[in-house]
């Protein structure tokens, strides 16, 4: 029974007429959704705050540290530079897909907050078709940065919008074929169940670390990998890469609106990451959590932080692709292993022989992913000679400054 039940149970119990249910349910949902809504928001400082200092740490920077503690407030500094800043609007943009652009890339974000899982009874909708309903509001994102890119009549704001086509649709492709793999092995689409299904006991204790990353390894690397492209994160930043677009779909952009994008990728890498530790990592599973209820939430909130640390350990590591080496790991990579996989465990599970037996060839199927991408990006690394960001290693200077001679003698 998850809160929402559990009022309207309190409110029988109490004496309150059955038909005022709906009534008590409909501000349930209004309060849940409420603190969802505005928990996400304040997640967003959060977010950033450990974005800067994850990545100043890895390239040997301080990072923000003068605004409050540990420079905690230093991203509120932010957001109320961003709120005072003037709103100004294109005269020769199209208004309407300009105004709902932001939007959008922010309520779909949001709006997958209400499958999420975050302990064993909470969670705002527990759909059977929850899978199917985050792969249906990743089009939102891509809508809303095509709309950005086509409504601000900018050629730089356009040829990333093109690119939004071509990087996020790519991407999701393998990402969804990944997100099949648990739904198969469970049976259903809903989050709240994968989470369960994921449990491991020892007699009467549910350790709660039977998780499909141990069996489902190759559909992981391909999920988390898909996930940076459509997270718009290192190295598949190339819908902002300023080297090229300026600034991207977002250059037309100033005050709130220019932040209700960032907002938007900010919390898109959070939950994608959140999407992985649910499907893969045991969702709010973990020792006793079954047992004491508040330990779920928990376990949830630490993997999907520790996922999210993992990607901007990614960010701060590798360097930008070119899209033609991006677009050609999506289609000649990512899709037909994701697909050769899928396959693979589809007539796996079919097979007339002991569970046990169907784990270890599905198993052993992931593995030879891993292994076929991992020696992929190997041998790109050493033909493209990819060095990481912190391949360069600056000198003192000082002491080493010499005149210079002139060739002229004078």
Known sequence: MNWSDALIQLQYDLGAPQELSWLVEGVTYF??????ANAALILALLL????????????????????????LFQTVADALKLLSKEDITPASADKISYLLAPVLSVVGVLMALAV???????????????????VALGSLGIMAALMAGWGSNNKYALLAGFRVVAQLLSYEIPMVLAMLAPVLLVGS???????????????????????????????????LIAALAEAEQTPFDLLEAE????????????????AMFFLAQFLNSFFLGAIAVVLFLGGWQGPFAAQIPLLGPIYFLAKTFLVYIVI???????????????????WKVLVPLALALITAQMIIMKLPL???????????????????VLNILGSYFEREQVRSKRAFAPRSLIGTMQPVQSSSGD
Not at 31 to 36: M, N, P, R, T
Not at 354 to 371: G, S
Request: glycine content about 10%.
């Open 354 to 372: 002991p569970i046990w037996i169907n784990y270890v060839l599905l198993l052993a199927a992931n593995i030879a992913v891993v292994v076929a």
């Open 116 to 134: 999420i899982p975050f302990g064993p009874a909470l969670i705002g909708a527990d759909l059977n078709v929850a899978v199917l309903y985050l």
């Open 189 to 223: 689409m809903s989050m709240q169940r994968i989470s369960e299904a994921q449990s491991l006991y020892l007699g009467p204790i549910n350790l709660g670390i039977g998780w499909f990353i141990f069996l489902l390894p190759g559909a992981f690397l391909i999920y």
């Open 48 to 71: 950033i705050w450990i974005t800067r200092k994850v990545i100043s740490r890895i390239q040997d920077r301080i990072g923000p540290n003068r605004i409050g503690p540990y420079g």
């Open 312 to 330: 901007q350990w990614i960010k701060g590591t590798f360097p930008r692709v070119r899209i033609d080496q991006m677009m050609q790991f999506a």
């Open 31 to 36: 309060i849940g959704a409420f603190i969802l």
């Open 243 to 258: 080297s090229e677009l300026i600034a991207g779909f977002h250059i037309e952009y100033s005050g709130m609106k220019f």
